[in-house]
C-alpha cells in the first residue's frame, strides 16, 4: 500500500439521505512513520522508504475506525499501529487512539492522541491502549439506550477467521472490561472471516448489527439483542403517551416521544410548563430514565430541555410524586439512574424547555429493573472458580454461570438491599447458555425470606422443566430476599443458572 497520506471521505446529509455528490476528501492524522532503519532513505515527497533498491511505503495505523461521541462533541478514531523494523513490517499490537472536537474535524492540527493518561500532539507517546487480544479493525461505538447506554462497545474478531467478542468501558480510552462472546469462531464453508464490526447506526435501543467479512467477497451479517428481561427494558417503548397542550404540527404527537425512533419527536409549545405521560400498560419497577432531548435529533442544542422532572403516579390522574429532577441541562441525552419505584404511569414533567420555550422529546425511556442484577448471591457449593453465585446476576448469559454441585438440594439467594414489590422471576438454565438441554433445571422453587436465613417460604415451583428459559409471573409479593431453590438439578444433578432474575 503506497499512502502519503491518509484521507477519510465527508458527505453531506440532507433530510436523513446521504449526498452522494457532496463528498470532500478530508486528511486524517493516523499516519505513522517509523524510524528510517540505518542505510536507508525517506523519500520525503510520499514518505516511501529505499529498502535495499526495492520500494517500501509507511503504512497508517491499520483498520481505523472513527465514531462520533454524541455527548462530549468529539470523534475519536481508533487503529492498530503498523511498525517497519529492519526489513519487515509488522503489527505492533499497539493501539492508538485520537480525537478531535467535530467542528475542527478537517483540521489536520487540532487532532490530539492519548498517551495513557491525556490527550496529546505527540504522535510518537500514542501507543499505551490495552487493547490486548483484539484482532485488526475493531469498530467502537457509544451505546444509545438498553443495557449498555452510554457505555462505548469495541466489537472485534480475535484473530483471522477466529470467535467475535465485544468488551463495554465507560470511557474511549478504558479500561476495557471482560470479552463477552458475541459470535463462535465460523465453522465450514468460510475459508478466510476477519473484520467483525458493528454498525450502530442502523441498530435500535438494546441491540447492533455486526458483520464479518468472508472470503473477501461477502458481507455475513447478525444482530446482538440484550436480553428482553435483563436489566434495562424500555418499558414505555410504544405504549400509550399523552401531552400537554396540542403538538407544534402533524406528526408531532406525544407516540412520537415514545416510538423508539431519534428520527421522531414529541413537540409542545403550550405556554407554561408541558409534560408528556405514559401509561406502563401494567406496574413495573423501574431504575432508569432516558431523555433525549433536540440534539440527539440533530437539532441545536440550544434547545436541549433545560429543567425537567421525573413523576411517577398510581393512578395516572392526580397524585403526581416526584422521583429525580434535572436543572440546566445541556447535553442531547439524559440517562439517570434511581432507586427503583414501583408505578403504573410516568411522566416528564418539563419546566423549562430550553432556549425557545419549546419542548422537543425525540425519546422518552424508563427502564424495567431486573431487582436481582448485580444484587448480592450467595449459594451452596460452587463447581469451579469463575462460577461462583455472582454469575447468576451479572446480567450476562453467554459464558457467565452459577454452577452448583453439592449432593442434595441446592440454593441461590439473593439480597435484593431492600423490599420491593415482584410480579415476575426468570431463570435461564443450561441450554440458555449454549450446553445441553438434557442440563437444564428440572425441578425447583422461588421462595422469599424477609431475613434471608430462615423461614423460608415457597412463591412458587416448577416441576419437570425441559425450557432453557423459565418464566413466570406470580401473584404479587414483596420480600427483600428471594431464593431459587432447586431439587432436581437435570441429568446430572448439577445446578447451572446463566441468570436468576426478579421483577
Ligand atoms: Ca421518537
Ligand atoms: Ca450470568
Known sequence: MKSTTMQMLR??????????????AVDFPLMYYPNVPSGYTRNPDDAKINVGGADRYDQVSFGTMAFWDDDDGYVYAVGKKMRYTYGAWDETGDYNMSRVPRAQFADFNAWTFWNGSAWTKNYEQSVTLNFANIGNMPSMFKASGGQLNGKYVMVYMDGLSAATYFKVADSPSGPWGASNLLLAKPSGSPSLAYN???????????????????????????????SAEGAGTNVALNKTATGSGTPCSTGQEPAKGVDGLTTTKWC??????????????????????????????????????????????????TNWTDVDSVTGNTSNVTSRNVTPFYARYVRLYITNAGSDGVARIYEFEVDKANLAYKKTATGSATCATGQEPVKAVDGIVTTSKWC??????????????????????VVKHAGAGGEPTSYNTSAFKLQKSVDGSTNWIDVDSVTGNTANITDRNVTLFNSRYVRLYITNGGSDNVARIYEFETY
Not at 458527505?11 to 470532500?24: C, E, F, P, Q, R
Not at 403550550?270 to 432531548?293: F, Q, T
Not at 452448583?404 to 422471576?425: A, F, M, P, Q, R
Open 404 to 425: 452448583g454441585n453439592n449432593v442434595g438440594d441446592k440454593w441461590l439467594k439473593v439480597d435484593l438491599g431492600s423490599n420491593y414489590n415482584i410480579t415476575k422471576w
Open 11 to 24: 458527505y453531506k446529509i440532507t433530510n436523513g439521505a446521504v449526498d452522494w455528490s457532496s463528498y470532500k
Open 196 to 226: 467483525s464490526a458493528a454498525v450502530p447506526f442502523i441498530s435500535k435501543a438494546g441491540e447492533f448489527y455486526f458483520y464479518y467479512i468472508e472470503d473477501s467477497k461477502y458481507l455475513r451479517w447478525f444482530k446482538y439483542t440484550e
Open 268 to 317: 409542545g409549545n403550550n405556554s407554561g410548563d408541558k409534560w408528556l405521560k405514559v401509561d406502563l400498560g401494567a406496574s413495573y419497577n423501574i431504575s432508569r430514565w432516558v431523555v433525549k432531548h433536540a440534539g440527539a435529533g440533530g437539532e441545536q442544542i440550544s434547545y436541549n430541555t433545560n429543567t425537567f422532572k421525573l413523576q411517577q403516579s398510581a393512578d395516572g390522574n
